[in-house]
């Protein structure tokens, strides 16, 4: 996979992810869990943001490598949950977007009764989760708001050279 297969960027402000993780929480009230495992890093905002609005104290991760910047490469497991969620029954896991379904493929091998929720998700991932919020097409680059930075811009008029 390279760079060249993203064609389009999807801005998500801090607002956003906000928004759309309270509304895949309202998605899940009703189910009664027994803790969160988060997919990190990704996963680590929403699966805080969904503890909150589900009252949910039990907050577990799992470390997954599979990103270089904008380059996947093969998967390597960093850190692995508490053996006590055994096979993820009554477990929530959350991650923030399922790309191509490699992450997601091996997690669900690892949890395969878990319930899995992303934020946003792409077609080859889709099948994989249980509930999403926002699907977003393949060749599109999600750029979270915890990898992007706020700088100055100037106004429109001095790319003319006057000063208004």
């Known amino acids: 996979m390279t760079t060249e297969r993203y064609r389009k960027y999807f801005t ?27 997919i990190t890093r990704g996963g680590l905002i929403p699966a805080g943001l969904i503890a909150r609005e589900l009252n949910i104290l ?3 991760t799992i470390g997954v490598s599979s990103y270089d910047h904008m ?3 093969s998967l390597k ?3 692995k949950f508490s053996p006590e969620v055994g096979d993820g029954e009554g477990y929530l ?5 399922v790309d191509t379904g490699s992450t997601a493929r091996l997690v669900r091998d690892m949890l395969p009764k878990a319930k899995f929720v992303t934020v946003y998700a792409k077609p080859d991932g889709i099948p994989l989760v249980d ?4 699907e977003v097409s393949q060749d599109t680059w999600i750029q979270f708001p915890w ?3 706020f700088s100055y811009v ?3 008029i001095s790319r003319f050279g006057k000063d208004g």
């Open 12 to 38: 998500i402000s801090w607002d956003q992810i906000h928004r759309d993780t309270r509304e895949l929480s309202t998605r899940l009230v009703g189910n009664q869990y027994k803790g969160i495992i988060a």
């Open 77 to 79: 497991v960093l850190k």
């Open 71 to 73: 380059e996947q490469r």
């Open 154 to 156: 100037e106004p429109v």
């Open 131 to 134: 509930e999403f919020i926002t």
């Open 147 to 149: 990898d992007m930075g």
């Open 93 to 97: 896991l959350v991650d923030d977007l």
């Open 58 to 60: 039990w907050v577990d």
